[in-house]
């Protein structure tokens, strides 16, 4: 009786025994298909994580490259002074702060604008000059468009800039990345409605065209080649020629090939002088 109970214990326990290997094989066939599913699950996650990860667009890569190359960070801290057209400029920025100024002898004396971060104001002979909106806008926008141009193409990450890639366009002998700057209403100040066309090297970054369409103080349309272009202090700079289209059929898209069949005539040489950087 002894014997049998214990065959009969030994055979519960290999009965046991034959049912945990069962469920270890059984298992261990589901096992390949669990780690399936958690591989599959683990690329799926991975790629929502990269469609979450910014994609820098080509137009904004290209300027940001251009900006570096121009200048970079000297832009954010320096003061800059040139003459142009017989006026004595003054661009000045500081920890977020700036400050552009002209200085000339007018009929009425001599003339002193700023435009800075709290608006314009004009003095004349040291005395503050009271101007209604069109006139202050007027001076304001004057004094901002040639400081504009002369620190392209630092402005072109402005928060209310917009960035349009265009592909890749020949000019002259050189092939270029052309790009598209619009403006938001809000932030864009009263010529948003502007567009810039700028055509980047691209090997060098260096902004050798630009064209743009006005519409205020009469409108029209530009196109400037860069000529004679040095670092002074850290920063590029260049003149111009400028030109503007011979035909009205002519659009702001279409002066780079305008430009390489002579179709645009000369305006006139924008040159700076007496530049230098602190």
Not at 19 to 25: D, E, V
Not at 113 to 124: E, H, L, M
Not at 141 to 166: E, G, H, M, Q, T
Not at 219 to 240: K, S, T, V
Request: charged letters at 25%.
């Amino acid at each position: 009786m002894i014997l049998n109970n214990r065959k009969e214990t030994n055979n519960g326990y290999t009965g046991r025994l034959d049912r945990s290997a069962r469920s270890i094989r059984e298992r261990t066939r589901i096992l390949p298909g669990a780690s399936q599913l958690a591989a599959t699950l683990t690329m799926a996650m991975l790629l929502i994580a990269c469609s979450h990860q910014e994609v820098v667009p080509e137009a904004q890569r290209i300027i940001d490259r251009s900006i570096e190359v121009h200048g970079g960070d000297r832009y954010l801290s320096s003061e800059i002074t040139f003459t142009f057209r017989d006026i004595d400029y003054l661009a000045r920025r500081e920890n977020g702060l700036f400050s552009y100024e002209r200085r000339f002898t007018g009929e009425q004396g001599e003339i002193h604008d700023v435009y800075n971060n709290a608006g314009f104001t004009r003095s004349i002979n040291g005395e503050p000059e009271p101007l209604d909106d069109e006139y202050a806008g007027r001076y304001r926008r004057s004094v901002n468009s040639v400081i504009y141009f002369a620190l392209l193409p630092y402005a072109l990450n402005d928060p209310a800039v917009r960035k349009n890639y265009l592909g890749r366009e020949t000019i002259g002998n050189s092939d270029y990345h052309k790009i598209e700057v619009t403006f938001e209403q809000e932030g864009g100040g009263s010529d948003f409605e502007d567009v810039f066309i700028y055509w980047i090297h691209p090997e060098t970054y260096t902004m050798d065209y630009l064209a743009y369409e006005f519409f205020t103080d009469g409108g029209g349309i530009r196109f400037r080649e860069a000529l004679n272009p040095g670092e002074i202090g850290g920063i590029r700079f260049a003149d111009y020629n400028n030109y503007r289209p011979a035909s009205e059929t002519v659009t702001v898209y279409d002066t780079g090939v305008a430009f390489n069949e002579g179709r645009l005539e000369m305006v006139s040489v924008i040159s700076l002088e007496n530049v230098r950087v602190e």
